[in-house]
């Protein structure tokens, strides 16, 4: 899957320093820091019927806009296997 998703700045370049913890499928859930990290393992890894549940909050100050942005990635990559 090519799956794509443009990240807007200046969100682009934040870092959580804990981040959030994302299942991505049974027996693995990826510590997602920056948004790119977390498209760049949807175009690499298979997901399951799992994946998208967040395990853990960030409780960085920044990290309110950034959930948005993930939340809005991971229903976008939802989407796209429905196509």
Do not use: C
């Not at 690499?44 to 993930?70: L, P, Q, V, Y």
């Amino acid at each position: 899957m090519n799956f794509k998703y443009s990240i807007p700045e200046p969100i682009n370049s934040v870092m959580l320093p804990d981040g959030f913890y994302v299942r991505i499928r049974t027996g693995y859930t990826a510590t997602v820091r920056r948004l790119s990290d977390l498209v760049e393992i949807l175009q690499e890894k298979m997901t399951d019927e799992t994946f998208g549940e967040i395990t853990r909050e960030s409780i960085d100050g920044e990290a309110t806009e950034f959930r948005i942005i993930m939340i809005d990635i991971i229903e976008k990559f939802k989407l796209s296997l429905l196509n």
